[in-house]
């Protein structure tokens, strides 16, 4: 079945330490985006893509990093410049990158990946 | 700017009631809205969507939501509800470079 796959599911990491999250689909689709969710904040984009080899800050991109060097892949580092990592990350992807013309781009959205930094 | 605003962070209702979740946007551009559901430690799935045509949508599990423009609101209704139901239901509205989504409501349905 075609979906994305955002692994682990669960991280504990000290403070100071960089973490990679990884994300992984198989639809084909041309954009792939983080976010970051936290209670009652609702979720907040760190990073999108729209094509390989290409990537855009979203709203709160300060302390991450992100490469996309394959269609099929989007990893998230969270680095030790970000103040508060500990939240629930979702990998997202769409069929197509944001063209205003073409009409709304229905995402699909990964498990979710829970960091706690201690 | 597009924003979205659901004003009830929680809603708690008895199983088989009716429920109203609610949701109003700002947009300067087309206007695309989308209801999302999240099930505990899960990722988001599509429930519904407006791009255009008939104001009244409906999702396969018998939610509703109706574009209203006048109103700037994209209620999600349901007239009866299950325990399954139990989740975090969030708004959104396609921005000009993302999706732009609302703070979320929990739907709690109880007993």
């Known amino acids: 079945d075609g979906g994305i796959t955002q692994s682990p599911k669960y991280l504990f990491r000290k403070e100071g330490q960089n973490v990679t999250l990884s994300c992984e689909q198989n639809l084909n689709h041309d954009a792939m985006y983080w976010y970051r969710q936290d209670p009652g904040q609702g979720l907040r984009l760190i990073y999108y893509s729209q094509i390989v080899n290409d990537f855009q800050k979203g709203d709160i991109a300060e302390g991450y990093s992100v490469s996309r060097e394959k269609k099929e892949s989007f990893p998230l580092t969270v680095t030790s410049a970000q103040k508060n990592p500990t939240a629930f990350y979702l990998c997202?992807?769409?069929?197509?990158?944001?063209?205003?013309?073409?009409?709304?781009?229905?995402?699909?959205f990964g498990a979710g990946s829970r960091l706690t930094v201690l | 700017a597009q924003s979205v605003t659901q004003l009830d962070s929680q809603v708690p209702v008895f199983e088989e009631a009716p429920v109203e979740l609610r949701c109003n946007y700002s947009?300067?551009?087309?206007?695309?809205l989308f209801w999302y559901v999240q099930y505990p430690n899960q990722g988001l799935q599509l429930l519904l969507k407006?791009?255009?045509?008939?104001?009244l949508v409906e999702s396969i599990n018998g939610f509703e939501a109706e574009f209203n423009k006048s109103q700037t609101s994209f209620h999600l209704r349901k007239p009866s509800v299950h325990i399954s139901d139990t989740a975090e239901y969030f708004c959104a509205v396609r921005g000009t470079d993302k999706l732009i989504f609302g703070t979320g409501t929990r739907l709690q349905v109880f007993p």
């Open positions: 407006y791009l255009s045509g008939s104001t």
């Open positions: 997202a992807s769409s069929p197509q990158g944001w063209d205003t013309s073409s009409g709304a781009n229905v995402l699909t």
């Open positions: 947009s300067s551009v087309s206007v695309y």
